[in-house]
């Protein structure tokens, strides 16, 4: 409040205005606490049989489940259930601070329990496998779950659950995991020769998975414990149509700090692969159709594809084993159903890259070992295993259904506004008019919310809210959307073409003036939240606000598009007629 406006009041009066206006933000502030810890639920479901939860084993997974609980962020929160399939009780361990949002743990574990387990109960399920066989009592299959609980699982997949499975070299994780709907195809569940040496998921073969990165002067087995990791090559995605070009990784190795390069290693993982049927049908107990459906919008197919490599090494003992041979193989094989309408899945080449031992060390190693801390050894440990950390959040965002995904945008978009401020950034005022604010300002307040998500989660989420912004234009979406599955001969030659062409214009800006778009929408619409509204709060709403706003904002750019290019050619055609000249 200006001093020209206070001049007229005594000094008592004066201090009273400014308690109320203390006590006013102080109440705003407190009604947007309402909605800054209502952030969307996603439901997960972590189900192992030989690992367990226990912080103090170095195959617990616990540092996983807390990298989940501890999620950065206002937009989502995950409830998670802890299940075993043996009789080992979860509530029996010690768990980790934030435990009040382990939603429930469950010894003896079925998917075809009803107590236990429905295709509307979760959102997402993590298998960690370690087992190869089974003894359940008679007339269990012994290398498998049964049909009934296959056949749960596939339908909670076809439903748009999402599935994360994942095991170990050789055969284990083969029991839970092998015959699972589409998981199935995308791992190597079992050794690939009778020849050790050939083998390209053994335990002591020259050519086994040994990403091991030495920590000294030797290689030992341990390595797999120290403040290293191994370096992985993700798979990167571009998206140009003659005019502009723009990469990004999958969504599941996008960072805050940029792409995701580095996993913790090991000296025999799995190894990830690409199915040899993809004409396959879903058939356990009832027909549920074919394994892989066609694109919902009649584009190509989805099928499941490999979105980074790990690299072996060449001479790594790791201890004692078979000096390695050098070589690279699959680390990840994501699949994206929803294009399918169906769920998402994701397998790993292990799940050493989730448990205790590869993450936090091998606490009797002595004081000083870096092995006895693993990446809390040092400043540069630290910051791998927050891009690991951020590996596991993006693992739970990314499988999870299309309508939690759309609940994450909603609350994502209303705090950007609410909480963050972004509006307040560019703006003299937050409830100024759509109409009134030009592009350029448009597009400077989607990329203060892009940096603001980006702290979070990455550039490739943000990307993610624009393309689902534009639904309505299915024509635009496939124009920009770099992760949208095409012919693989097309890829081929864009990536030749890539290398003898220059962008003739970014067209960041105008995606970025599509989020401002509809962010200067939502602010329009609530210009000062209150609490009834807080209460009230509808995802549905919010996203239906932002997306006209967003479509206003993208016919603004493309008409700025236009002026710019024209721009551009009159000049061309200028320099072109004086050089003819």
Known sequence: MGADQTSHLSSENL??????????????????????????NVRVLVVADGLDFDPTN???????VRALLDMPGSYVRFAITLAHLDDIEPDSVEMMPGETRIAARIPNFKFDVAA????????????????????????????????AELQAIAEFQNGGGGLFATGDHGSLGKAMCHKVARA?????????????????????????????????????????????????????????????????????????????????????EGQCALPEDVEATID???????????????????????????TVLPGTTSGGKDPTISQTFAGICAYDGHRAGVGRVVTDSTWHHFVNINLVGIP??????????????????????????????????????????????????????????VLEAVLTARA?????????????????????????????????????????????????????PRDAKLRDLERVEDGEELPLVDLQPMLEAVLGGALVAIGEAFPK??????????????????????????????????????KAGRALLRGGGAEAM
């Open 364 to 421: 009797t190693k002595p004081v000083g070992d870096p092995k006895r801390l693993g990446f809390l050894a040092s400043p540069t440990g630290q910051a791998h295993f927050e891009a690991i950390k951020t590996y596991y959040r993006n693992l739970a965002v990314w499988l999870s259904p299309p309508e939690r995904i759309q609940c994450m945008n909603s609350h994502f978009l209303w705090w950007i506004v609410q909480r963050e401020r």
């Open 529 to 566: 939240p209150v609490r009834k509204e807080a209460e009230s709060f509808r995802g549905d709403e919010v996203l239906s606000i932002a997306t006209r706003g967003a479509e206003v904002a993208i016919a603004r750019a493309e008409r700025s598009l236009e002026v710019t290019l024209g």
């Open 58 to 64: 170095g195959f617990g997974l616990t540092t996983f």
């Open 116 to 147: 236990h387990f429905a295709p509307d109960r979760f959102d997402v399920i993590f298998l960690f496998g370690i087992d190869s066989f089974y003894s359940r009592g008679a007339g269990y299959p012994a290398d498998s779950l049964s049909d």
């Open 184 to 268: 199935r195809g995308m791992r190597l569940w079992d050794s690939t020769s009778a020849q050790n040496e050939d083998d390209q998921v053994s335990m002591d073969g020259p050519r086994r998975n040994d990403t091991n990165r030495r920590g000294d002067a030797t290689s030992e087995f341990d390595d797999q414990s120290d403040d290293i990791p191994q370096t992985i090559s993700p798979v990167f995605y571009s998206r140009r149509n003659g005019i502009f070009r723009y990469t990004f990784p999958h969504p599941l190795l996008c960072s805050p700090t940029g792409p995701i390069r580095v996993m913790p290693d090991h000296p025999h």
């Open 432 to 484: 100024i008019g759509l109409e009134k604010v030009d592009t350029r300002t448009l597009s400077l307040i989607g990329r203060h919310a892009r940096d603001v998500l980006g702290r979070y989660a990455g550039p490739c989420q943000s990307m993610r809210v624009i393309i689902d912004l534009l639904q309505a234009r299915p024509e635009l979406v496939k124009e920009i959307d770099p992760w949208i």
């Open 15 to 40: 201090e009273l205005l400014l308690d109320r206006e203390r006590v006013d933000r102080a109440k705003w502030l407190d009604d947007l606490q309402i909605i800054r810890w209502r952030p969307c």
């Open 284 to 310: 356990y107990t009832a027909s549920l159709g074919p394994e892989y459906p066609p694109a919902s919008d009649g584009g190509a197919r989805p099928l499941p594809e490999i979105i980074s490599y790990n």
